[in-house]
């Protein structure tokens, strides 16, 4: 049985192991990567298999993941050419910003390429990937494909179009940005630290996760929740006269022209 292989150990490649594994997923895991440390972490969280050279990784594969960061991705390619291994008919980039066009001239093997960003939340089944293929994949690549991520949460196909868009707006900084900004200010405003931090993830949280099981609009929700003349009323409208949604619209604006950026290297 061929094996599914992650050329590159960081924090999604472990993330999106220790989800699968998590989910009784009891696929080969081979990992190849230029730091033992990563490796060993991996192979004790995940049991994963440890790939000594590039090339046998590559040639093991039934589905490679190219799972470097952004600046690496041509390089890494380059090195699998100048190895010789044979590839794998299916190879995934979690490389943000990288298009399928570069991808296909920096390799120049006959492979057909798909690009994924698996959220870090997959570590405990609760991605999200949104994912995009090349044309010429093929109806058992993209079932493959979704098979793998919809065992660590939802799985969105898109245009390559819209990656980067939503790349810059599903990542789960931006809660955890907003849980760090919304518990600083609780704490200034006179609760202890810890009493903050848990009233901005009720704020947060709880709300957001009604939202996900009501199966209410967001717009009826803010309703009930922000009466006129209440509280969470007057809190909203400072906040957005302050420049809330523009500074929102700033951070998306900017994670796509980096997102961009990523793409020219």
Not at 157 to 175: F, K, N, V, Y
Not at 183 to 199: N, P, V
Not at 229 to 258: F, N
Request: glycine share 8%.
């Amino acid at each position: 049985m061929r094996a599914t292989v992650f050329l590159g150990g960081g924090r999604i490649t472990g993330a999106l192991c220790a989800g699968l594994r998590l989910a009784g997923d009891r696929r080969r895991l081979v990992v190849y990567d230029r730091h033992p440390e990563k490796l060993r972490a991996l192979r004790r969280e995940s049991r994963v298999k440890i790939a000594r050279d590039l090339k046998s990784a590559v040639e093991r594969a039934g589905m490679l993941i190219v799972a470097v960061r952004p600046s690496s991705v041509k390089e890494m390619l380059a090195e699998v050419v100048a190895c010789g291994a044979r590839p794998p008919k299916l190879c995934i980039s979690l490389a943000a910003g990288i298009p399928l066009q570069n991808l296909r001239d920096w390799w120049g093997a006959p492979v057909r390429w798909a690009r994924a960003m698996p959220s870090p939340v997959c570590r405990i089944d609760r991605g999200f990937t949104p994912v995009c293929f090349d044309h010429d994949a093929t109806k058992k690549d993209r079932a493959l494909m979704r098979r793998m991520f919809e065992q660590v949460g939802p799985v969105l196909e898109l245009r390559e179009s819209q990656m980067d868009a939503i790349t810059a707006s599903s990542s789960p900084t931006h809660g955890y940005h907003a849980l760090k900004a919304l518990a600083e200010a609780a704490r200034k405003s006179g609760l202890d630290a810890e009493t903050a931090l848990l009233a901005a993830a009720h704020a947060l949280g709880d709300g957001i996760e009604y939202w996900r099981e009501s199966g209410e609009a967001l717009q009826d929700l803010l309703a009930e929740a922000a009466t006129p003349g209440g509280i969470a009323t007057a809190t909203m409208a400072a906040m957005d006269q302050a420049g809330y949604p523009r500074a929102v619209a700033s951070g998306i604006r900017a994670g796509i022209e980096q997102a961009k950026k990523n793409a020219i290297r």
